[in-house]
């Protein structure tokens, strides 16, 4: 069994900055892609970034350039530092653990970014 915890969410002005992360128990971290999603009441989840075993990233258009993901497969953590926020950031922020056909979502994280 697999235990996603984020962190590092709250409000912040826009142009501002944050950084999440998610930190994983068991063995599989270092052989799974990771992702940050988020979502908005009442809309779907969608993709924000997401990064392979290997390091391979991936970005949400409204993103590039402005956030990054990371890891640290050492510590078991997934990184998203969110620079030049918008109001329009302003989701909840959930980790995704990917391995083969098992997945794992975190609880979330707030965002909020105020104009």
């Known amino acids: 069994q697999v235990q996603l915890v984020e962190s590092g969410g709250g409000l912040v002005q826009a142009g501002g900055s944050l950084r999440l992360s998610c930190a994983a128990s068991g063995s599989i971290f270092s052989a799974a892609v990771m992702g940050w999603y988020r979502q908005v009441p009442g809309n779907q989840r969608d993709l924000v970034a997401t990064?392979?075993?290997?390091?391979?990233?991936n970005y949400a258009d409204s993103v590039k350039g402005r956030f990054t993901i990371s890891r640290d497969n050492a510590k078991n953590t997934v990184y998203l530092q969110m620079n030049s926020l918008k109001p329009e950031d302003t989701a909840v922020y959930y980790c995704?653990?990917?391995?083969?056909?098992?997945?794992?979502w975190g609880q979330g994280t707030q965002v909020t970014v105020s104009s």
């Open positions: 990064i392979t075993n290997s390091g391979t990233t």
């Open positions: 995704k653990l990917t391995f083969v056909t098992l997945y794992y």
